[in-house]
Each structure stands twice: as structure tokens, then as C-alpha cells.
């Protein structure tokens, strides 16, 4: 469990599939819950918190991030879902856009909505400030030390998504929805094998998954100092793809598919 001690909500990632994590965020008796691709191991988290769910936030429409919603809502009828509204979704649900401020629930406050194209191009972040922290739960757009695979998006769209993401606050928590850290950061070594900073994240990556704890949440302050693809103003990367003198955007390009078949 993650607890943040001085603030009034804790966030819990409930591990699904084999590399899932779905996350809720509870006030000790209400739960929303981010991308369920699966009901049972939520439904057995609420169960075992006494926790009642009041809404579902959904990033983007792949089936291992819905997949658990139709059976959350015969549980919980009357439940909100906000999904993103440049997607098409077979369950009743509020669309979400770019720049919307919503109100999830009376324990939260108000959630900005972030869209970011490129992993789908629908895909939409959720962004949280509550008692002087960021919270940002950001689907398959930015993981630890990497970024969603473009199945729907263009290079330039993910390049400026991720931008986007960059810019927030340093100290701003990313809840990502896969645990793909460990894999991120040898490739991310590939590249840049003297980031000691990316040395150093490999070291506590490696101790959190010997102990079988989440890698998550990151910072946004992490990321910018260990991530690749928010790196490709990196001399060392420039160097190691032997594109030295390339703009940022064909570095990023150029990372995204070596990462593919890396």
C-alpha cells in the first residue's frame, strides 16, 4: 500500500494480468478506481477495505484497461465513469476532453483531464493536486523509464504528449499502468550507460522487484532525469544513435523503434 501519511487519500496499486496494475484511491471509505481491465481482484480490494465504489476513471479503450467495468457496474449500478470522448465506449459513460476540470467525487478535488494522442488517440491522462501533492495517472502514455507503444498515434503526437507530461511539477507522483521499469532502464543503459542517475534507479528498481513491491509511482522529477524519450536533447543519446546533430523529434523517433524490438 502507498500511503501518503499527511494527506486525507491513499492510492493502492491492485496488480491484474501479468504486468497490470490498476489503481484506487480510497478516503478510507469511498474508492475510485483507474483503467479495471479486470473486476474481481478490485472487487475483492474494496471487499477487503470495506470500501465502496463512486466512480471509474478510464485513460484509453485497450481491453486490459476496461475489461473489469461492465461487472464493476452490476456491483455498483450507480457509479460514474469518466471516459475519454474521441473514443467509443460501450458502457454509459461521461466523455472527457482536454482541459476538463471534473469533479470525481466530494473526498477529491477537482481532476484535470490531460489528453495525450499517440499511444491511442484518445488517450487521456488524469491530473490530481490534493493537499499540496500532484498525483498524475497517466495509462500506457509515460512508464517508469518509458513510453506506451504508438498503435494508433504518430512519432510528433506521442513527442508532444510526453512534452506535455514533462512540464508538471517535478515533485508530481506518475502512477503508470504497467510495471515495465526494470525492462525500461536496461534499455534506457543502451543508450545512456553513464546517467548515473539512471545507475542509481536501476539499483533501487532492482531491490523494490527482488522484494516484490511496485517500481511505482515515479516522479515526474525521476523521469526527466532517467527517462530516454524525455531525454533526446542528450548528448550521450545523440551519440550512441549516431544522429548528433538530429532535432529532438527524430531522436524520440528513432528511440521509439529501437524500444520496440528491443
Sequence with gaps: MIEHMSHEIQIIPIPAFHD????????????AVVDPGDALPVLNTLNTLNLHLEAILITHHHQDHIGGVDTLLAHFPHIKIYAPALEH?????????DCDQISVANWLNTVSVISLPGHTLGHVAFYLEQDKAHYLFCGDTLFGAGCGRLFEGMPVQMFDS???LASLPGDTLVFCAHEYTLHNINFALSLEP?????????QQTTRLIEQLKPSLPSTIRLERATNP?????????????????????????????????Y
Excluded: M, P
Design 20 to 31: 497490470n496494475y490498476i489503481w484506487l484511491i480510497h478516503d478510507g471509505q469511498n474508492a
Design 89 to 97: 465506449y460501450n458502457f454509459q459513460h461521461i466523455a472527457v476532453r
Design 162 to 164: 510526453l512534452k506535455k
Design 194 to 202: 553513464n546517467n548515473q542517475a539512471l545507475i542509481e534507479r536501476k
Design 229 to 261: 524519450f524525455l531525454r533526446c536533447h542528450s548528448d550521450e543519446i545523440k551519440t550512441a544513435l549516431q544522429l548528433k546533430n538530429a532535432e529532438d523529434l527524430e531522436i524520440f523517433t528513432k528511440i521509439r523503434l529501437l524500444r520496440n524490438s
